[in-house]
């Protein structure tokens, strides 16, 4: 259990209550645990048929964090007589674990997500479920939704497809020691070390997200990084706070996760559906301001190729610094939601992919749109009448988009208070910072060197979002996650 020895907090219980403050139930109730042993005692029969392909002889593989135990997609790429490169995404085939209206899925829809409190996780889905049944882990057959989609040379996606298979996770990858191999900086992981074509089939997969991404960048994709934080704790006490770094490993599953969300989008633009949007920017005029202040002009109006030719120049001139200018700016552009999608009724898009038609289906252990999105894919492609009537999907879109500005909170006041855990030896030290967020009665602050927000509680006058200064940490408050900072 984790513990910080000058406050003696107990973390993980502070992190249930934060979850109860925010909505959410961090406990399964004992209908559930009661579902799941019976799920455990006879569960559904793993087997290809006639509409479920046998894909076992592929070489798939995963890629995830370190510890990642709740795997919801594997890859797969190969060489077409096109000239153009097939990739599949093997999606775990939740629903067939999880009945429509069962208790388990009761449950999962009231909380829409599983939530990553840093000092433990809150899952969505039991764990006997989301880490083992429904998980996509070496060796184990396992039925899936692929998503097949051929790639050219240019990063166009030519055709594609879906349907249900049976699979096998060859090879459990972890995207720190994978990316320092992709990137010539590691290494290769003994799994990938071992096999000539695993190592060939993961280079291939690399190249064709390159391709991917950068095509999405010319379509006006935003380029943007955020400092997503990690505990690093020693002797399960928390004693430092450490940046996830971005490589060639995450972005690789980022590009083909966004183009497998496309496919699906595109086939269930025949019926009703969820679609992940982010709106163009409210406050444009401050992200003007912003580029201005660092000599470059954007439209009046809205437009994402532009703000993207200036992130992408500002990341080749301060790259240093360009996570909180990313920060910045997406928290001008505001975060993304869920809507409803009838046929013939176009949602707004998607501003910060640069892409019409987007959904959430990749991740089903993970996210309750996900296993809706499932369920309705599932449905068309067995000629089925869709499982969920307008009025629900409408009813699911809302709450997953508020349980998911929840699950933020969360992992953001957890955030918090393992970072004041982290700053409390540092009091009396000064850094360079930017201003996050400016409220009428609040400014906020993110320490540069040290990747920690806090509040300014001294000398916020006349800042805005975006602004540099220099800043003392003054007083940290772990119990309520306070970290505050005076302008030097």
């Known amino acids: 259990m984790a513990k910080n020895a000058s406050s003696h907090l107990d973390l993980q219980a502070v992190a249930k209550d934060i979850m109860r403050q925010h909505g959410f139930d961090p406990d399964f109730s004992r ?68 009945g429509q209206q069962s208790e388990i899925d009761q449950h999962a829809a009231r909380e829409t997500t599983t939530v990553y409190a840093g000092v433990r ?6 764990e006997p479920l989301s880490t083992d049944q429904t998980s996509l882990l070496e060796n184990q057959d396992r039925l899936a939704v692929v998503v097949e989609f051929n790639v050219d040379s240019g990063g166009h996606v030519t055709a594609s497809d879906v349907y249900r298979a049976v699979v096998r996770n060859r090879a459990q990858l972890q995207y ?89 989008a595109r ?25 201005a202040a660092h000599g470059e002009k954007l439209p009046a109006e809205p437009d994402s190729k532009a703000l993207n030719g200036f992130l992408v120049k500002r990341k080749a001139a ?29 949602a707004p898009g998607h501003f910060g992919l640069a892409v019409q038609d987007y959904t959430h289906s990749t991740a089903p252990n993970r996210r309750f749109a996900d296993v809706v999105s499932q369920r309705i894919l599932k449905a068309l492609l067995a000629g089925k009448k869709s499982p969920y009537a307008d009025s629900e999907l409408s009813a699911i879109a809302a709450n997953c988009t508020v349980k998911g500005d929840a699950a933020r909170k969360v992992e953001r006041d957890m955030a918090k208070r393992l970072a004041a855990v982290a700053m409390e030896r540092r009091i009396g030290s000064e850094f360079d910072a930017v201003v996050t967020g400016v409220t009428s009665s609040a ?25 540099r200064l220099r800043v003392k940490l003054i007083r940290t408050d772990v119990q309520h996650g306070y970290i505050d900072f005076a302008k030097v």
Do not use: C
């Open 31 to 98: 209908a559930v645990n009661q579902q799941v042993a019976e799920l455990l005692a006879r569960p559904p029969a793993v087997n290809a048929g006639a509409d479920v392909r046998d894909l076992r002889g592929l070489l798939w593989s995963s890629i995830d964090n370190d510890d990642s135990r709740d795997l919801d997609q594997i890859e797969v790429a190969e060489k077409n007589d096109k000239g153009e490169t097939t990739i599949r995404v093997g999606i775990a085939d939740v629903d067939s674990f999880v």
């Open 121 to 126: 996780n809150f899952p969505m889905l039991p």
């Open 176 to 264: 720190n020691s994978l990316g320092a191999w992709l990137e010539g900086t590691g290494t290769a992981p003994a799994k990938v070390a071992a096999s000539p074509d695993l190592q060939w089939q993961l280079r291939l997969q690399s190249e064709v997200a390159q391709t991917l991404r950068k095509q999405r960048y010319e379509h006006g994709a935003l380029e943007l990084e955020t400092d997503e934080l990690l505990p690093l704790l020693l002797n399960q006490e928390v004693v430092e706070v450490v940046k996830q770094e971005r490589n060639r490993a995450t972005e690789l599953i980022e590009d083909f996760m966004i183009a497998a969300n496309g496919v699906v």
């Open 267 to 291: 086939i269930l633009a025949k019926v009703s559906s969820l679609r992940r949007i982010v709106r163009e920017p409210k406050r444009w005029d401050r992200i003007v301001e912003i580029a």
């Open 318 to 346: 301060d790259p240093d610094h360009f996570a909180d200018l990313s920060l910045a700016v997406i928290k001008l552009i505001g975060m993304g939601e869920y809507v409803l999608e009838r046929p013939g009724q176009a």
């Open 443 to 467: 400014t906020f602050v993110r320490a540069l060197q040290a990747h920690v927000e806090g509040l300014l509680v001294q000398g916020g006058q006349g800042l805005d979002v975006g602004d």
